[in-house]
């Protein structure tokens, strides 16, 4: 059966099994790619494209962008996805300008009538004006900030989608939950992740569609984990790191590791999942997932 090999210049071709795991080069541009399979950990997973027919993906940050916006590249170089996570600037100036008019307007009705007032009733509707203000303020922000999910394209033309990183809710004061979805919207995973928990050692849990524990993904070391709160990075020095664990919680399947650069670049390396225990597509939107969404 034939490989069906993608180049980032848009040329696909394909060759026989045997070459499998082999470097060859593109007809049309002479890059040189890697043929999923092989000696890596054969086929991952049938019919899955080959752009995650792979155990290592670096990431790099595109700077001096609104958006969040990453390049991946293969082993050899080459660029396989482009994902954006948009701002929504616009939008979410415009949120944040009517919140505040929204604020605006409940205390100046409070203040009203508690000039209006007398006695014990203008203090109540003095702190009504006070809180409700507030709660005007925060209500509206929750009601017209758009959500910021992940998009993530087989290149930045953006024409074909791969996957989708859905963030379930806009208010999350303690548990943030998210949805990896396919190209037809159909869902492949939950990921979570607890602020509480974060203080001491961050950690994201991916959960199968129905349920089931998939992989936890916790920063690599309890002890850095809580030198990085008190101290910072000292620099990138002390940069934030993650193993990937299978659902028991102890053995390593897979790293997420920032390189000491002056840019924000990153490798994603799941060649100690040898039993193909968490789909490559996952592996990818949960590795975006520990940067943007932690802030990094």
Known sequence: MAISVPC?????????????????????????????????????QPGLDPVFQRKKFLLRQKHLAISEKYYVWDETGNTILFIERPAHLMMSCLAVLAAF???AIVATIFGVLAGLCTGGLQGVFGVLAAFGGLAALICTLILLVPKRHVYIYRDDSKRELLLQVDQDKKFTPIVATYTVKNATGTCLANLKKNYLYNFFRKRWYCFSPTGRLISVIKEDSLILSLLRRFLGSLYGILRTNFVFLKEDGEQIIGEFNRKFTLLDRYVL????????????????????????????
């Not at 696909?12 to 070459?19: I, Q």
């Not at 790619?33 to 054969?42: A, H, K």
């Not at 060649?271 to 969404?293: F, Q």
Request: with cysteine; proline share 4%; charged share 25%.
């Open 269 to 296: 390396d799941m060649s100690r999942d040898v039993e193909n225990h968490l789909d490559p597509r996952l592996a990818v939107a949960i590795g975006v997932m520990l940067d943007t969404g932690e802030r990094r």
């Open 8 to 44: 980032s210049c848009g040329k696909t071709f394909s060759l026989k099994d045997e070459l499998a795991g082999k470097l060859v080069q593109c007809p049309q541009c002479n890059a040189q790619l890697r043929v999923p399979g092989g000696t890596d950990g054969g086929v991952i």
């Open 101 to 103: 008019v929204a604020a």
